[in-house]
């Protein structure tokens, strides 16, 4: 698939033009994947970017795009459709074409690290599980901004390390759930649908999915989650007893559809 400019978020035009300006002849693509190009974009989804280069970053780069990125991404929670905020995984052409374990990038920006970065952390090299499957998902549907489809530069054998990325990002991702709870909850419904089906889907459509495989009190607790997703409910969070005995229930199947047969 391919956006035609008139289709292209405007934040995307701008994007496109700062990593040209920054990157120059570096830059081997740039890729939208996410909401936008699957279930299609929802109040709150943000806009998720693959940026890959020719070459590992300088700092002086780094800083640039840093300052840029600050600029263009609109502060959490945006709820207008203009001025979305922005995630941006950074990524070698080498990487992608000889994918290590865990995911090596170059940078990942998302408004969750804008305190930080605001606060004079640096936009740094990332080694993660996170970075193996957003790869891996992207692959599958990213739309070119600029460059050959991503399918042409990512090796197909990081679809072998999804499995492993999986069980790693699992822990993790638990510990976030008092301070994240709805991303949380939804992300492990689809991290439950990947193990199982194979496939990579929309959180909406997630949790839809996983609710008909529920106990009925956990289903209703997940399906709430994507009404709020969706922005059908507004400030909704479970009770944090719910909201724990759901992502236990999800990160057990998740455990059992990875190392056996088990299935719901």
Not at 69 to 81: D, E, G, K, Q
Not at 145 to 161: C, I, M, N, R, Y
Request: charged fraction near 20%; charge should be negative; include cysteine.
């Amino acid at each position: 698939m391919q956006l035609k400019s008139h289709t292209m978020p405007p934040q995307a035009n701008a994007l496109l033009d700062l990593v040209r300006a920054i990157s120059g002849t570096s830059l081997a693509g740039l890729y939208l994947h996410g909401s936008f190009v699957g279930s299609g974009l929802q109040e709150l989804s943000d806009l998720d970017f693959i940026l890959v280069v020719k070459r590992p970053l300088s700092e002086a780069e780094r800083q640039a795009f840093l300052r840029d990125l600050l600029s263009l991404s609109a502060h959490h929670p945006a709820r207008v459709t203009k001025q979305r905020c922005l995630d941006v995984l950074c990524v070698t052409a080498n990487e992608l074409q000889r994918p290590s374990y865990p995911g090596h990038c170059e940078f990942i920006y998302g408004e969750w690290l804008r305190e930080g970065f605001e606060a004079g952390a640096a936009l740094a090299p990332f080694i993660d599980p996170v970075v193996t499957l957003l790869v891996a998902q992207a692959r599958e549907e990213a739309v070119p901004l600029h460059g050959p489809p991503l399918a042409d530069l990512a090796d197909q054998s990081v679809e072998l390390l999804v499995p492993r990325a999986l069980l790693d990002s699992l822990a993790p991702l638990l510990a976030d759930l008092q301070w994240d709870q709805r991303n949380v909850l939804l992300t492990l419904a689809r991290m439950l649908r990947t193990a199982i089906i194979g496939d990579f889907v929309s959180k909406d459509a997630a949790a839809l999915w996983a609710a008909e495989r529920l106990p009925s009190a956990a289903a209703h607790t997940l399906r709430q989650c994507g009404l709020a997703y969706r922005g059908k409910l507004t400030d909704w969070q479970a009770r944090p007893d719910d909201a724990e005995e759901l992502a236990d229930h999800l990160g057990q199947k998740i455990t059992e559809a990875l190392t056996s047969k088990h299935r719901l």
